[in-house]
């Protein structure tokens, strides 16, 4: 009697298939092409439900087990994402944005293979470091919050081919995925609820203005306070950096130009804290002498005393969003970029 070949083996065992199901059998019993298979196995939401239903049983019925090995030798694949965050530890930990994104993106990634490996960028040493780390291809994707005009990351991300998204942009023309929030339209109702009130004196304080979600917040308010026929007074605007110190710094800066200021918008609520702090040493009653929102509606505002007015924004589903876009960027490695931005809404607290 010949010999079976290694082939012929292989193949029946009570007319099942007895070696390792293949993702094109899988694709077969599931009625669907390749493609879909491997978005299901990789998370990707650009899946119906009804695909992913057909996918997962036929995985079961086939008993079939993704070779992680070799799906990342043949895909250049390490099943790890970075998410890189270019600011001091300080902020890091200061700042409940921070720790929001961060769960927001851990959550999306939970039910996936994806490792995600979070850095900090502090110095020019490390931003070289980190850029050597990108071009060895040690992740399949970059996740970037805190974006400035002038970092270089976001273009040799670019020049890798890397798959990335930005948490905001560095200006309306951003060429790299990015997921955001309507900061203009946000800072318009925060300033507007404000003159509605009665306020005229309605002063704000801006994040750094090398990063765009600053220019933004600091155009809604001037949009706000020209319909109001207010015009565009620069004694009522002070430069902060989104840090308490620096809304301490520039609410004393207003309070010596402008003693009549009856109002304030502080771009983040971090920096309205340091703003409100000052106001108490001045003797200021918030919000009988001078009214206070800020930005973020994080934990922060809740815990102020008064409760800070806030423009919310959804930071930990702009987290998951972000994820969600990458993982998308990741399984399909094609040239559509994604540009996404989330509602906020002003939410009313005692501040104002």
């Known amino acids: 009697m010949a010999r079976q070949s290694c082939r012929e083996a292989e193949v029946t065992v009570n007319g099942r298939h007895s070696g390792r199901p293949t993702l094109e059998e899988v ?24 695909a992913k239903a057909a996918v997962e049983v036929a995985i079961a019925e086939l008993g079939y087990v993704p070779n992680r090995a070799a799906r990342a030798l043949a895909g250049n694949r390490t099943d790890a994402i970075a998410l890189v965050i270019p600011e001091p530890e300080t902020r890091l930990f200061a700042e409940p944005y921070f720790s929001d994104i961060i769960r927001g993106v851990g959550a999306e990634l ?21 850029a050597q780390y990108l071009s060895a291809h040690r992740v399949d994707g970059v996740l970037l919050v805190s974006v400035h005009e002038d970092d270089p990351l976001p273009d040799l991300l670019e020049q890798l081919d890397m798959p990335a998204v930005l948490n905001g942009r560095r200006s309306d023309l951003e060429s ?84 009549d200021v009856d109002a304030v918008f502080a771009a983040s609520d971090v920096m309205a804290s340091g703003a409100l702090q000052v106001l108490r040493e001045a003797g200021r009653r918030v919000p009988d002498d ?39 960027e990741i399984a399909e490695r094609n040239s559509v970029r994604r540009h996404v931005v989330l509602a906020t809404e002003l939410v009313r607290r005692d501040s104002a």
Do not use: W
């Open 176 to 259: 790299v995925s990015y997921v955001d929030s309507d900061n203009v339209g946000g800072a318009r109702s925060a300033v507007g609820y404000l003159l509605g009130r009665g306020r005229r004196a309605v002063a704000t304080i801006t994040g750094p203005v090398d990063m765009y979600v600053a220019r933004c917040r600091l155009d809604g308010y001037r949009q706000a306070m020209g319909a109001a026929g207010l015009g565009d007074d620069a004694s009522l605007v002070a430069r902060g950096d989104f840090t308490e110190e620096g809304g301490r710094r520039a609410m004393r800066e207003l309070l010596a130009r402008r003693p």
């Open 27 to 50: 694709a077969a019993r599931a009625g669907v092409g390749r493609g879909t298979v491997s978005r299901v196995i990789n998370g990707s939401p650009r899946v119906s439900d009804r």
């Open 110 to 130: 939970a039910d996936t293979d994806m490792q995600l490996l979070l850095t900090l960028i502090r110095t020019p040493k490390e931003r070289s470091r980190f």
């Open 290 to 328: 001078v009214a206070l929102v800020g930005f973020d509606d994080s934990v922060i505002a809740r815990h102020m005393d008064p409760a800070l007015t806030s423009v919310r924004q959804p930071i930990e589903e702009m987290g998951r969003t972000m994820a969600r876009v990458l993982l998308e």
